[in-house]
């Protein structure tokens, strides 16, 4: 374990897409989502423990969320816990946490990652880690990790290898990023065998990663530009506070990882998954005879085919007759719905606020 | 409101075909299902208050429910609630509600009624209960209320009409008394014309009910055939507590209605319903468009028809893509299932009871 070697998990997301288990504020990173006793935060914190001293990891979250944080991970100190006065998506997010690294350890290397994310194989994520670490640390380059795409998702951004590097077979350069593309481009992404699934997993060192904002972002960089004691205790919060709302919001694979000729990306089979919808839950878990998964709850299902079933507390659910079906329920509020509608979730939830209020979202 | 007239509501029953919502602790009379803010046994109790003088309103339940009626009707003197030590059906109910009253009025009489019914015409129910009480005040009869067989309903009992009265054009003989028919005699019930749905409403002089009972079920009878100082105060509490368990359970139109040759059906159109299933209660609430009917709760149904959607408190129910489907959810237990399963709710309690315990049902 490395002393100059710091880990930055992100954890300011406010999603709506597993509501109503995840709510405005309760995001999923803040949930045990499969039942094995841990939210998906507690198990990303987990599985980098490994990686970096226990000093050197770092929550970064919004001001909202401090509470949930500090419950969540007990015993973690104050001064590990950045707390982000707006959201700004995650460009703002690794710059400030570059800078804050760097005002400690000008040697320092870190790793970005976010907290909602599922990775089933904890070795190959490490050993990936590892690796990228090491590459980091020998030259001035920024890493990605890239996994394999398996299907043709609309919902990920996905990072077009270019060359590869002598390095290490894994590593190539980064060629492009492209977000989300439609159903025709992603088939033809997986197809070409040069695309892989942008796990949102980024490697550098401090000072290269604030040298690439510097010369790709420079109006966001130059407001983050000040001396190294503007990065520790109420100074650093004061400063923050003033500047990061006047700051854009941009993902960090837009500011610096596409445009950068110094950005590479590390392919690595992590059976990882964004966890951004039921379908990928229901697709991730355990599943009975009839392909249906039960989440936390006690359960009977007559004639029920590929359902996901996932219920708050003690409460017994009973359904009949329904096929790909999700049912989700939470103290205040019942889902009930196929699961090839997900996508309507977001409009929902907005349904939901303009009839009922934010109650219950 | 002649003083010698009594009420007796009967609201001791136990059933599970409205779980969750109908539970072992709480049946289905001590719900408010149409979001009124009165439970069945509550409108029962109002719809009767204009029939009979408070002090001659008896509520007989099982003992199980004592609190929950001090709670609802509230108010109501305890020597006013009957309470059965054990469940025995409806006949010795009857038989000892007729003695109870005669022990304080000799030329009383009553009508002993369901309180979990619907009664949607409630001046149609005034108006048949004082004709009624007219009736079997000026001679010695036995009468039941019965109500025209608009379907052929195999969950009702059904009275067939014998003879005409001279007394009253829509009073006619008991033929006979049929329970639950098949599809194919239900049929024949409600083409013949001949037939009519027990409302389970009966009404008689307190002596006369005694006197058929001593005819018809003497072994009952003479269990109850004492002194009248034995249905009054703690004698009649030790009293019941000691006979009632050795009497057998015996519904009331088997025991003395099917038999009499005193008893008599008066044929009313009251907009009622025994509210047996949750078809029952869909087909009585009012609906939206798309047929659907939502029941105390919030919720937004997104291509959805003819369901039937009931939540406890305050929550939101969000429904999608259901067709005739019933969503029950209470604090413990969601249902969700085809409104044509719900024949199947018994069995669902009785597999929940196996894997979950009693607290669930």
Redesign the interface.
């Known amino acids: 374990m490395k002393r100059q070697r710091y880990c930055v998990i992100m954890c300011g997301g406010a999603g709506t897409r597993f509501w109503?288990f995840s709510r405005e504020a309760r995001p999923k990173q803040f949930i045990d989502f499969f039942g094995t006793g841990q939210t998906l935060l507690q198990m990303t914190v987990e599985r980098v423990r490994r990686l970096v001293p226990e000093e050197n990891l770092i929550i970064l979250t919004n001001e909202q969320y401090a509470d949930t944080v500090r419950e969540q991970i007990p015993g973690i100190s104050p001064e590990h816990i950045l707390l982000e006065p707006t959201r700004r998506d995650t460009a703002p997010a690794v710059l400030w946490a570059a800078h804050h690294i760097a005002s400690r350890n000008a040697d320092a290397s870190f790793v970005a990652l976010p907290a909602d994310h599922v990775i089933l194989k904890e070795s190959a994520f490490h050993d990936a880690l590892r690796t990228g670490f090491e590459f980091v640390e020998e030259g001035d380059s920024l890493l990605a990790l890239g996994v394999p795409a398996k299907m043709p998702n609309t919902s990920y951004s996905y990072i077009q290898k270019g060359d590869d590097v002598e390095w290490n077979c894994h590593i190539s350069r980064i060629k492009t990023i492209a977000e989300k593309p439609g159903k025709g481009m992603a088939d033809i992404f997986v197809k070409s065998g040069e695309f892989l699934w942008n796990a949102g997993i980024y490697l550098g060192k401090a000072t290269t990663v604030i040298n690439a904002f510097n010369r790709d972002v420079p109006d966001m960089a130059s407001r983050f530009d000040v001396e190294p004691d503007y990065y520790h205790g109420e100074k650093e919060n004061d400063f923050i506070a003033d500047i990061y709302p006047k700051t854009s919001s941009l993902p960090v694979e837009y500011a610096i990882m596409d445009r950068a000729n110094n950005a590479f990306v590390l392919e690595a089979d992590l059976g990882w998954s964004d966890l951004s919808t039921w379908n990928a839950l229901h697709s991730l878990s355990p599943k009975n005879k009839d392909g249906n998964v039960t989440q936390n709850c006690?359960s009977?299902l007559?004639d029920c085919k590929d359902c996901i079933v996932a219920?708050e507390g003690?409460?017994?659910?009973?359904?009949?007759?329904?096929k790909d079906y999700i049912?989700a329920?939470t103290?205040?509020?019942?889902?009930?719905?196929?699961i090839d509608?997900e996508q309507?979730i977001r409009n929902?939830v907005n349904?939901?606020r303009e009839?009922?209020g934010n109650n219950?979202t």
């Open positions: 109503p006690r009977i007559y219920a003690e409460k017994v659910v009973v359904a009949a007759g329904l049912v329920d103290d205040t509020a019942l889902l009930i719905c196929p509608a309507r929902i349904d939901i009839r009922y219950f």
